[in-house]
């Protein structure tokens, strides 16, 4: 997973996405369907207009994004954190219901080399649905010239469809 993130690997081949939905229901149901918290402040959006193929085309795995007006990620469910990275830029989540999840702040915001963004946990900790992240600054990210799109991707099920409630 972090090799995917980080750039070092291709995305296990045949990932698609399914589109997202975005109205609130019961967590993880039979059709794949994880229901969360907003990890973000901001405007949900389709995967499909983030500005990046890697994303908008769903290799990476099915998912939505945010147009952030906030300045911090909290964890969407309860879970365990399963990478994080010195530029901050993104956060790995294994939930306690065995989706793995990635918050990926920004596109291409990897070349900022941490410049704006502060990691509030570190691999392995356990955390609560609402618990803080990871913050970052929205104007460093927008004077460095990047999109602060923020994915939200389930990395482990093609199939899923993510809702916010």
């Known amino acids: 997973m972090e090799r995917i993130m980080s750039g070092d690997a291709a995305a296990p081949a045949g990932s698609a996405a399914t589109g997202a939905v975005l109205t609130a229901a019961a967590p993880k149901t039979d059709a794949g369907v994880r229901t969360l918290r907003q990890p973000l402040a901001g405007t949900v959006v389709p995967l499909s207009e983030v500005p ?38 993104a956060i790995a989540l294994e939930l306690d219901d065995g989706t793995e999840l990635l918050i990926h ?4 915001t990897v070349q900022m080399k941490g410049d704006g963004f502060e990691t509030l946990v570190k691999k392995g900790d356990r955390v609560m649905a609402g618990a803080p992240l990871l913050r970052f600054d929205i104007a460093k990210i927008a004077a460095a010239g ?4 923020t994915p939200v991707i389930v990395l482990n099920d093609e199939s899923a469809t993510i809702r916010f409630a």
């Open 146 to 149: 990047y999109s602060a799109v």
């Open 105 to 108: 702040v920004g596109i291409d």
């Open 52 to 89: 990046d193929p890697t994303f908008a085309q769903g290799i990476m795995g099915p998912g939505v994004a945010i147009q952030p007006s906030g300045d911090t990620v909290f964890a969407p469910a309860d879970g365990t954190i399963g990478a994080t990275f010195d530029s901050g830029h």
